[in-house]
């Protein structure tokens, strides 16, 4: 699994949409679509737009010593 950013939308608590899942990778990336999202769909109207950082590890495993 690969690092990326998922930004959610949800309207009065209401799931919407969100961006695709591995799509966003690169932080700079991801926070200017997390302000165009902001813009468009604004506080006021109801709407909250979140993110979140997702993030795959790995770990080298050395069987030739079992």
Known sequence: MVSYFRINVA?????LFATEQGRLTNSNEA???YDILKIKFSKSE???V????WQGHGKEVNWEDE
Do not use: A
């Open 50 to 53: 979140t993110c979140t950082h």
């Open 31 to 33: 926070k200017k679509v």
């Open 46 to 48: 109801g709407y909250s």
């Open 11 to 15: 309207q009065n608590g209401i799931y």
